[in-house]
Structures are given as C-alpha cells and as structure tokens.
T-cell receptor
Framework: KQEVTQIPAALSVPEGENLVLNCSFTDSAIYNLQWFRQDPGKGLTSLLLIQSSQREQTSGRLNASLDKSSGRSTLYIAASQPGDSATYLCAVSSGYALNFGKGTSLLVTP | EAQVTQNPRYLITVTGKKLTVTCSQNMNHEYMSWYRQDPGLGLRQIYYSMNVEVTDKGDVPEGYKVSRKEKRNFPLILESPSPNQTSLYFC?????????????FGDGTRLSIL
C-alpha cells in the first residue's frame, strides 16, 4: 500500500523567506502527484499537479519537483507571505485513489 | 463557476439516525470520491465512482454506502451512524482518475455523531 510522508509536520518562517516542503512516497508506480493547500475550515485547493513523466511544475511563486525513482517531491515557495499560511498536503495518485500525506502546517509571520 | 457542492456543511446528530450527505459537481466529471479527514490520520478514501452506476470501496468503507445514479451527484449515506464516524468529510471529482486532471474538492462537511 502506498504510504506518503510529509516533513516537517509544522514550519514557522518570517515573511520573505524561501522555503521547501518535502514529500516522500513508498511506491514509485504513480500516475501523478498533487500538492494541495487547505485553509482552516475549508476544502482543499489544488496548487500543482505533476505528471509521472514530468520533473517539475511551476505556478507563480510555487515550484514543485518530482523524482519518481527516489519517491520524493518538494514544494518550493519563494518569497513567502503571511497569506501563504495554511496546511499543505501532498497526494499521490496510483490509479483509483489519492493517497495523502498528513500535511505540513505552515505559518508565515509578518 | 466550476465547483463541488456538499450539503450540509455541518451536522450534529445522534447514533443510529440515518443521514445522507449530498455531493454535486457541475464540471461533467466522470470520477467522484469521498474522503474523511481525522486528526493524526490524514485523509482516507471511503468510496469512489468511476462513472454512473459504477462504485467501489476505498480504504475505509465500513458503515457507509454510496450511489451514483446521475453523473453529477454522489451522495454518501450513513445508515446507522456511530460516534466513530464523527469526522470531516470531503467529496472530490475529476475527469478521470489516473488522468492528468487535478481533483476538485468540496468545502467539507463536519459531522458530529453523539
């Protein structure tokens, strides 16, 4: 069974810092990997989707990389802002389900 | 606006009283799914549907039923709710699982079973 791990579980940084969130998965036979953002009391918002054949995807200040062979993905956030404070979830698609990590809770302080 | 709509958003009820959480999407998606989110356990899939009249169990299906009579709707049914089903529930949809389309999530339904 696919297991997805996210490190760190929580992170606090001052505004303006660049930061990296990590995600690892145990089975490299994946279709794609998605990064989501979850705000308190809200649903999940898809940030980036990386296909299994791709190495990275970028959207604005976000860049996600995928190394399928080593079972790792990173989400890079440039020039962090207080509005980036949320929980970030990594999810791996191996067919008919998304397997989620438990998330990294990010706090960006002014 | 493309969206996944869940109702109700919040519900407090008692053990054994049947309830249904509705989910509707307006994006003509084939694939729909239900997840529950619990502290320390993350999101786990309950049931999914690849298309109309096609449903299958996820990782934690016990105590739940689903149906997919129409493409846009995928209700989650708790026939006899118990306190261990107290959780935050999410419905999601996409064009086809395994494709390179992102999944869209509803805003969640917080269920409390007393």
């Amino acid at each position: 069974k696919q297991e997805v791990t996210q490190i760190p579980a929580a992170l606090s940084v001052p505004e303006g810092e660049n930061l990296v969130l990590n995600c690892s998965f145990t089975d490299s036979a994946i279709y794609n990997l998605q990064w989501f953002r979850q705000d308190p009391g809200k649903g999940l918002t898809s940030l980036l989707l990386i296909q299994s054949s791709q190495r990275e995807q970028t959207s604005g200040r976000l860049n996600a990389s995928l190394d399928k062979s080593s079972g790792r993905s990173t989400l890079y956030i440039a020039a962090s802002q207080p509005g980036d404070s949320a929980t970030y979830l990594c999810a791996v698609s191996s067919g008919y389900a998304l397997n989620f990590g438990k998330g990294t809770s990010l706090l960006v302080t002014p | 606006e493309a969206q996944v709509t869940q109702n109700p958003r919040y519900l407090i009820t008692v053990t054994g009283k049947k309830l249904t959480v509705t989910c509707s999407q307006n994006m003509n998606h084939e694939y729909m799914s239900w997840y529950r989110q619990d502290p320390g356990l993350g999101l786990r899939q309950i049931y999914y549907s690849m298309n109309v009249e096609v449903t299958d169990k996820g990782d934690v299906p016990e105590g739940y039923k689903v149906s997919r009579k129409e493409k846009r709707n995928f209700p989650l049914i708790l026939e006899s709710p118990s306190p261990n089903q107290t959780s935050l529930y999410f419905c999601a949809s996409s064009h086809r699982e395994g494709s390179n389309q992102p999944q869209h999530f509803g805003d969640g339904t917080r269920l409390s079973i007393l």
